[in-house]
């Protein structure tokens, strides 16, 4: 059998597929030729890059499985390719501790002011150094504070868990009721047990000083116009799930107006060509959707997909 890694795959995945007795091509083959060239292939795996919609399926009576290596599935027809009798996978635990550290990343550089210091000090440094110290001197701590998590997966869950070890209280909301508290393990093995707090979403978006996003985009932004109208003065916002959870025009208009203190993008509206305005803003925080682009994350993903796509293809 021969399975297509369209977005790629860890080496380590790549060889446990071909310790399995499978051919893998790990040549990126452009959506517009898909509908051809698939036709060779009994599966594929990819990232968000590759759209699996119900066109190229019915195109494609040929595959037996469909690997997302990573969490969403929002670029592939899920229930429709499973009509058809194909296997969807995904990989959602492997990515979830990457993604959290990136959340802390952006929440880091948000509150001592980095993505606004490292875009002057090199064109200001040497000539305006006094100035730019005094307009990055009113920094916060991160412990004693809230972060609200907007969503309590498995990513949610591990971005509540470093706050935790920072010293934050944890409010969060989700659809399903969930736990009162979280086991951390830190080095020697130690395990401490700390309370998080279930609240309604409304909630979170009045009491939190900080909040992050870790749900998939449904019919509208989880947090547009009215929402923005609910948050605490001065919050802090981090997206590191899907473009359009959050109103993208609204939070810009929210950052000018001090109702959001900053913002952190990692996803966008219109990947790969995000709007100018909010590429260009002074207060926003910026990577190109790398929540998962850690080598460790990468290991994981490809010896999860690996192991699942035999365990489907050998039914």
């Known amino acids: 059998m ?22 893998v091509d790990t040549n990126h083959i452009p959506q517009e030729e898909l509908s051809v060239k698939l036709q ?43 009509s058809k009798g194909i296997d969807v996978i995904n990989t959602p635990a492997a990515s979830s501790l990457s993604v ?10 948000g ?7 490292n875009r002057k000090m090199p064109l200001e440094g040497d000539s ?16 004693g504070k809230t972060l609200g998590v907007v969503g309590f997966g498995r990513i949610g869950r591990e971005t509540a868990k470093v706050a935790l070890g920072l010293g934050m209280n944890v409010i969060y909301t989700d659809l399903f009721e969930g736990p009162q508290s979280l086991s951390l393990t830190f080095s020697g093995d130690i395990e401490v047990s700390l309370p998080v707090k279930q609240v309604a979403f409304e909630e979170v978006l009045k009491q939190s000083d900080f909040i992050t996003l ?49 913002a952190a993008l990692d996803v966008f509206d219109n990947e790969p060509t995000p709007r100018k305005e909010i590429l260009s803003h002074a207060r926003i925080s910026l990577t190109p959707h790398i929540g998962a682009a850690t080598n460790e994350a990468q290991e994981r993903i490809g010896i999860e997909l690996a192991n699942l796509l035999i365990d489907a293809l050998k039914k």
């Open 2 to 23: 021969r399975i297509l890694a369209n977005d790629g795959i860890d080496p380590i995945g790549k060889k446990i597929l071909e310790d399995a007795g499978f051919e």
């Open 40 to 82: 060779d292939y009994d599966a594929i795996t990819v990232r968000s890059a590759t759209k699996l919609r119900q066109p190229l399926i019915d195109a494609c009576p040929n595959l037996k499985a469909i690997g997302r290596g990573g969490v969403g599935m929002d670029n592939i027809d899920v229930e429709y390719a499973r």
């Open 100 to 109: 959290a550290e990136l959340v802390f990343a952006h929440l880091l550089n």
């Open 111 to 117: 509150v001592r002011f980095l993505y606004d210091s």
């Open 128 to 143: 305006n150094f006094g100035s730019l110290k005094k307009a990055y001197a009113n920094g916060v701590e991160l412990r």
């Open 214 to 262: 870790h749900v998939p985009f449904l019919d509208k932004p989880a947090i547009g116009k009215e929402e923005f109208a609910l948050l605490k003065d001065g919050v802090g916002l981090v997206n590191a799930s899907r473009g359009g959870v959050i109103d993208e025009l609204e939070l810009i208009q929210a950052l000018d107006a001090g109702k959001v203190s900053f």
